[in-house]
């Protein structure tokens, strides 16, 4: 079952910030975010794993709601350097197989 | 070379050739996956090796055929493809597969784009 990711895409202006979620229809075990740049791999961002996390690094966040239903992630004071498309992965409890399972993405735009 | 190496980056096949994309990690990781990425459809998840093991099928189809032949390296065997088959084919690899704190972040690599005539 695969995570809603919207919007679809955003563009922004340099300095602009941008939230970008990701939903589940049921609790998750863990989010995961990904960054993919056009034409190279998809990097790793951040995973979040406790109801209520927050964490980031330099501009860029993200949360975990208390549910485990839902993750934003936040693009503070946005650079050029930050378009791309971000993924959410999400994983759920349960099952013994590991399933990182993504959602469609969201292609975000900042202009100069 | 560091990271995940993925080659050919580009691929052209007609329907009845063979081909194989080759994935070479060098980050002392467990586990190896094979992920398709279609223009508009979110990261699919072929197969999933741990510890050179075959852990997920993920209903795909026979034409498709993976190898891992340690914990370093992975192969996908292409065999008379369809056209919509044609997507970019990401490799990836992470500690192991296991459901446990960060072990499972993926690196990937660049892909091999993949156009099937």
């Known amino acids: 079952q695969q995570p809603v990711q919207s919007p679809q895409a955003v563009i922004l202006r340099e300095g602009e910030d941008a939230v970008i979620n990701c939903s589940s229809s049921k609790a998750l075990y863990s989010v995961h975010w990904y960054r993919q740049k056009h034409g190279e791999a998809p990097v790793f961002l951040m995973i979040l794993l406790k109801g209520g996390e927050q964490k980031g690094h330099d501009k860029i966040s993200a949360s975990f709601n208390e549910k485990k239903q839902q993750s934003s992630l936040y693009l503070t004071a946005s650079q050029l350097s930050y378009s791309g498309t971000y993924f959410c992965g999400t994983e759920y409890s349960g099952g013994s197989n590991y399933k990182l399972t993504f959602g469609k993405g969201t292609l975000l735009t900042v202009n100069p | 070379e560091t990271g995940v190496t993925q080659t050919p980056r580009h691929l052209v096949m007609g329907m009845t050739n063979k081909k194989s994309l080759k994935c070479e990690q060098h980050?002392?990781?467990?586990?190896m996956y094979w992920y398709k990425q279609s223009a508009k459809k979110p990261l699919e998840l072929m197969f999933v090796y741990n510890f050179k093991e075959q852990t997920e099928n993920n209903s795909v189809p026979s034409r498709f055929s993976p190898e891992c032949p340690n914990s370093s390296h992975l192969f996908l065997h292409l065999h008379t493809l369809q056209p919509e088959d044609s997507a970019l084919y990401l490799c990836?690899?992470?500690?192991?597969?296991?459901?446990?704190?960060?072990?499972?972040?993926?690196?990937f690599g660049a892909g091999s784009r993949l156009t099937v005539l």
């Open positions: 980050l002392g990781h467990n586990a």
């Open positions: 990836a690899s992470s500690q192991d597969s296991s459901w446990s704190s960060g072990a499972n972040v993926l690196t």
